[in-house]
T-cell receptor
């Protein structure tokens, strides 16, 4: 069974600085998808970025980028130029490519932005 | 762009009552997922449907049932509600042609 681990329950960063959130996963599959979701205090679940395992290039979405290390089964999220609106819970999630299977979630990391 | 619509947004029920949550997926999305998220927890997968057929089942109690209708909307029926059922219930939809799931705003269920 696949598992996703987020080892940082909480992280804080000064506004305008860069922060990296860690995520590791375990799977025996070779083809899968990885996601970072953001859940602000409103509790809306918002997709931040996705990565296909077959792609070597790291995904980037504006200030958000990932460091995908397939051999190490690591999928970290880097947020550059942190803004107050980035404060939220961040969840790492895995999905098999075999089918439209459920997302496997990490426990989440609470990101605090210091003004 | 159209998003996943969930109704109601908030629901208060008494113990042993029944609740029905509705989800309207993004147009042309053929897969719907239901998740339950307790306070301070990650989402727990309940059940999913692909093309109106149940495709995957997670930790959904026997007291709960769900279905997807011909117009692709889905309903989660919860009976004999317990205090522990109080949570945020998310519906998400995706297209089999793509990979990401898009979430609705959730239904906050409070059982008193």
């Amino acid at each position: 069974a696949q598992t996703v681990t987020q080892s940082q329950p909480e992280m804080s960063v000064q506004e305008a600085e860069t922060v990296t959130l860690s995520c590791t996963y375990d799977t025996s599959e070779s083809d899968y998808y990885l996601f970072w979701y953001k859940q602000p205090p409103s509790r809306q679940m918002i997709l931040v970025i996705r990565q296909e395992a077959y792609k070597q290039q790291n995904a980037t979405e504006n200030r958000f980028s990932v460091n995908f290390q397939k051999a190490a089964k690591s999928f970290s999220l880097k947020i550059s130029d942190s803004q107050l609106g980035d404060a939220a819970m961040y969840f790492c999630a895995y999905r098999s490519a075999q089918s439209n299977y459920q997302l496997i979630w990490g426990a989440g990391t609470k990101l605090i932005i210091k003004p | 762009a159209a998003g996943v619509i969930q109704s109601p947004r908030h629901l208060i029920k008494e113990k042993r009552e029944t609740a029905t949550l509705k989800c309207y997926p993004i147009p042309r999305h053929d897969t719907v997922y239901w998740y339950q998220q307790g306070p301070g927890q990650d989402p727990q997968f309940l059940i999913s449907f692909y093309e109106k057929m149940q495709s995957d089942k997670g930790s959904i109690p026997d007291r709960f049932s769900a279905q997807q209708f011909s117009d692709y909307h889905s309903e989660l029926n919860m009976s004999s509600l317990e205090l522990g059922d109080s949570a945020l219930y998310f519906c998400a939809s995706s297209s089999s042609m793509n990979t990401e799931a898009f979430f609705g705003q959730g239904t906050r269920l409070t059982v008193v």
